[in-house]
């Protein structure tokens, strides 16, 4: 399945990414201590079929094992004796190798054939067996290659057990032909739930190229995209400390980072303002503001009574942050006075995403486990009692859960939905009076998550329980085109 998706600005990634050192055995311990990797051969069999093992290898071992490997290169069939070695192909093969002589050359024998293979050439750009070296790095270069206008997605994936972030590469040619594919993978060590992507220079320089990730686990993981074959995140915020296995009759013991979440991280956001800012919602009822520079959790807020699904920051008030909760309700809060009580909102079932209208600082929609979809202006709202704000529409969108919503960047009230009931729609929410543009099953299963990109905004991105990222220009779509076809122009 892939439970989120999230774009990368063209332009931002580094046209050729590092590869990452192998890590040092220090690092390995740590790795091992924090449960992403175990030790060779943990659990891997019972201890009487450990010590099997043991005794066949110590009877391999010396000419018998060295016998065995050119009995099996010779292909014959032999006798096997109650130990399971070939006892015809043994004595043949030392016979034939006739070790005691190894040393010694026979004369009259050419070790090296005559002919056009004994050619000197001056160079090695002369020889026709030596392929250039530099041809195969320069061929790697280009493949590894990410051009400033491919568009770059990356999805957090789960499948059989493992899970991973795959970094897409959507390349659009000069003659309107597409091509996309995964550039690169990077190995998650718990279930991802949430993503979101961020430029925080964490390593330097004016801009960074990182995706948090939020998981199963309390930890948030945040991933450096610019570099492959990385088995461990640039920055890690909050998680377990220390965790000691539980005694007969009695929980696990465990201890947590300061400052971190103590459940799954159900939510994230990115202040594109504060660059260095990152809002996260959990299963543990609290919302948590962390400076990502700082590696450290600045602000805690419990200010709901059950899980915490989404979090959303507004995009023209900055320190206005947005909260929706399986208790039934979204508040509103300035991060400066996280003390005020805020605004607040009822909703009649769990929320399962929320967004911000990019066109107007004033609006938000919020999406229900119900199948409905509601929207809100908050200039109605008042400080305290929440039974008296009513929403300024409600839609019936889905039959199932609404997972997603995804509010176009550049065509004002453009929404895309998405569901459990396998469509995504498309809404003109023109004068608070919604209307189905477009409904669609894009064969993704089960919908998670929905993405318009910021640089070609009517691409959307889709990803669902089959695990495969699915693309729609909905531009393609006649109602959409005659709608915003002025705003794509």
């Known amino acids: 399945m892939i439970a989120a998706v999230s774009w990368v600005p063209k332009g931002v990634a580094k046209s050729v990414p590092s ?46 094992s060295q016998a065995l490997a050119v009995a099996n290169a010779l292909g014959r069939s032999s006798k096997v004796n109650k130990s399971g070695t070939k006892l015809d192909d043994i004595a043949d093969g030392l016979q034939e190798l006739d070790m005691d002589k190894y040393d010694e050359e026979e004369d009259g024998i050419e070790l090296f054939s005559t002919g056009l293979g004994d050619l000197y050439y001056p160079s090695n750009s002369m020889d026709p067996y030596i392929k250039d070296e530099d041809d195969n790095d320069s061929e790697d270069l280009e493949d590894m290659a990410i051009k400033p206008k491919d568009a770059v997605i990356v999805c957090a994936c789960n499948k059989d057990e493992f899970s991973n972030l795959e970094v897409w590469i959507l390349d659009e040619t000069s003659d309107g032909d597409s091509n996309i594919y995964v550039h690169h993978e990077v190995p998650l060590s718990a279930f991802p739930l949430c993503t979101a992507w961020l430029d925080c220079p964490l390593k330097g320089g004016e801009k960074g190229n990182f995706i948090a990730v939020g998981s199963m686990e309390p930890a948030i993981e945040i991933w450096d995209l610019d570099i492959i074959d990385e088995v461990q995140p640039a920055v890690v915020l909050g998680g377990i400390k220390e965790k000691k296995k539980k005694k007969k009759g009695k929980k696990a013991s465990i201890k947590y980072k300061e400052g971190s979440h103590t459940d799954s991280v159900l939510g994230l956001a990115w202040n ?18 962390w400076d990502v520079d700082a590696g450290k959790c600045d602000i805690t807020m419990e200010h709901h009574t059950d899980k915490v699904q ?32 805020g605004f607040k909102w009822s909703v009649a079932a769990d929320v399962e995403s929320l967004a911000w209208d990019p066109h107007d600082k004033h609006l938000f929609v919020v999406s229900l486990e119900d199948g409905t979809v509601q929207g809100f202006d908050i200039r109605a709202a008042k400080p305290g009692s929440a039974t008296d704000l009513k929403p300024s529409f409600t839609l019936h969108a889905h039959d199932k859960a609404v997972c997603t919503i ?81 705003t794509a122009s």
């Not at 990797?37 to 079929?49: A, V, W």
């Not at 399986?326 to 009580?341: A, L, N, W, Y």
């Open 406 to 486: 995804s509010y176009n960047p550049s065509a004002p009230n453009l929404l895309a939905t998405g569901s459990t009931d396998k469509m995504v729609k498309l809404w003109d929410l023109s004068n608070n009076q919604p209307s189905c543009l477009v409904s669609k099953n894009p064969k993704a299963g089960a919908v998670f998550s929905v993405s318009f990109s910021e640089d070609n905004p009517f691409l959307l991105a889709i990803g669902g329980s089959k695990g495969k990222l699915e693309l729609w220009d909905t531009l393609s779509e006649a109602e959409v085109a005659k709608r915003f076809g002025t």
């Open 272 to 289: 594109k303002h504060f660059r260095n800012i990152l809002a996260s919602a959990s299963a543990d009822r609290q919302v948590k503001i």
């Open 19 to 64: 590869v990452a050192d192998p890590p040092s055995k220090e690092e390995i311990e740590e790795l091992i201590k924090a449960g992403v990797l175990e030790r060779s051969g943990e659990d891997s069999g019972s201890e009487e079929g450990d010590q099997e093992m043991d005794v066949d290898a110590a009877k391999q071992t010396g000419e018998v």
């Open 310 to 341: 989404a979090v959303a920051w507004n995009h023209h008030e900055p320190q206005v942050l947005l909260s929706g909760s399986f208790d039934h309700s979204v508040v509103m809060k300035d991060g400066r006075v996280p003390s005020d009580p």
